[in-house]
């Protein structure tokens, strides 16, 4: 027997890692669990990215069919005539954030094809004028129509007789959009101005039982409208493009997306896979190391016996 060191000693040494410390065995274990929940959160991200591209897509209103309140005749020559149109239009909007109309600005209101002015419309004061995100809401416009004695009078004969009188509004909205990306926002207010036109019944429709007001028919331009007759089925379709908005604005929600959510899902995955290395590493020396230690200190062993 020498003096130096024994074989048990020898194995003791080689074990105990650097300062003396226990060896840190949750290491591999707990970088894999890290990895694996920065892997799925990075999956998630991807996810919503894909589902914000594009940033806007069209959102399609269907146009239901006006009603009048609040009728009070006046006498030609004397009193306006005055009436309230309520318009309401059901909108399905297929992004993923919510869209609300936050202002609402007066548009005219005119009659006949002269379109003679007798009004103004805007938004309902107490309507719910938010779309949900991927889902269907409702946009309620107000037209007060007030026809001058004078005026009452120039229009009593197509009143009386006519086959429908033309009603045209501008309805003027502002849509607002505020949304988060992590890194990145993205908030825009654009006019979603439509040039609107209707039907309303003359003495000699009502006495035929046709119906007081028409479905509604929505353009951008004057010229693109066609109004819809006095009994036809249903109104037709209002679309609020992306070319209602700013180019400017697109590219900016889509540069806001793409560092939010790009940037996020690159440090998720860049975490990721660092902490699966770090894993591989640790549990690679924890096993690779182990068997190479038991040969070695066996091969000591060995040694020390024939010493």
């Known amino acids: 027997a020498g003096c130096g060191p024994t074989a048990h000693a020898r194995r003791m040494a080689k074990q105990a890692p650097p300062g003396g410390g226990?060896?840190?065995?949750?290491?591999?274990?707990?970088?894999?669990?890290?990895?694996?929940?920065?892997?799925?959160?990075?999956?998630?991200?991807?996810?919503?990215?894909?589902?914000?591209?594009?940033?806007?897509?069209?959102?399609t209103c269907r146009l239901g069919k006006p009603t009048l309140s609040g009728v009070r005749f006046g006498v030609p020559g004397i009193s306006p005539t005055r009436l309230t149109i309520e318009v309401g239009t059901i909108c399905?909007?297929?992004?993923?954030?919510?869209?609300?109309?936050?202002?609402?600005?007066?548009?005219?209101?005119?009659?006949?094809?002269?379109?003679?002015?007798?009004?103004?419309?805007?938004?309902?004061?107490?309507?719910?004028?938010?779309?949900?995100?991927?889902?269907?809401?409702?946009?309620f416009a107000t037209a007060e129509v007030s026809v001058s004695g004078p005026m009452l009078a120039s229009l009593l004969p197509e009143m009386l007789l006519g086959n429908g009188?033309?009603?045209?509004?501008?309805?003027?909205?502002?849509?607002?959009?505020?949304?988060?990306?992590?890194?990145?926002?993205?908030?825009?207010?654009?006019?979603?101005?439509?040039?609107?036109?209707m039907e309303i019944a003359s003495l000699t429709d009502t006495l035929g039982r046709k119906a007081q007001v028409g479905p509604m028919a929505c353009a951008d331009t004057w010229e693109?409208?066609?109004?819809?007759?006095?009994?036809?089925?249903?109104g037709g379709e209002m679309v609020m493009s992306a070319g209602n908005i700013s180019?400017?604005?697109?590219?900016?929600?889509?540069?806001?997306?793409?560092?939010?959510?790009?940037?996020?899902?690159?440090?998720?995955y860049a975490g990721g896979l660092?902490?699966?290395?770090?894993?591989?590493?640790?549990?690679?020396n924890r096993f690779g190391g182990s068997s190479e230690s038991d040969g070695e200190l066996a091969s000591e062993s060995s040694s020390d016996g024939d010493d």
């Not at 226990?22 to 970088?31: D, T």
């Not at 799925?40 to 959102?59: K, N, S």
Request: proline share 7%.
């Open 22 to 59: 226990p060896a840190p065995v949750w290491r591999g274990p707990l970088c894999l669990v890290v990895s694996a929940a920065l892997f799925v959160a990075a999956g998630w991200v991807t996810h919503l990215w894909v589902r914000f591209t594009p940033v806007y897509q069209d959102i």
């Open 247 to 268: 180019p400017k604005e697109i590219r900016a929600g889509a540069m806001a997306k793409n560092i939010g959510l790009g940037g996020t899902c690159l440090l998720l």
């Open 165 to 197: 009188i033309p009603v045209f509004m501008e309805l003027n909205n502002k849509m607002k959009v505020d949304i988060s990306f992590f890194f990145g926002s993205w908030g825009v207010s654009a006019w979603m101005k439509k040039k609107c036109g």
């Open 92 to 139: 399905t909007n297929p992004n993923f954030y919510t869209i609300s109309f936050a202002i609402s600005e007066k548009g005219e209101v005119s009659m006949t094809e002269h379109r003679t002015p007798v009004g103004w419309a805007m938004e309902s004061p107490n309507s719910n004028s938010t779309l949900p995100a991927k889902g269907v809401g409702s946009v």
């Open 224 to 234: 693109e409208l066609v109004v819809p007759r006095l009994d036809d089925d249903a």
């Open 274 to 284: 660092g902490c699966l290395i770090c894993a591989i590493r640790a549990l690679c």
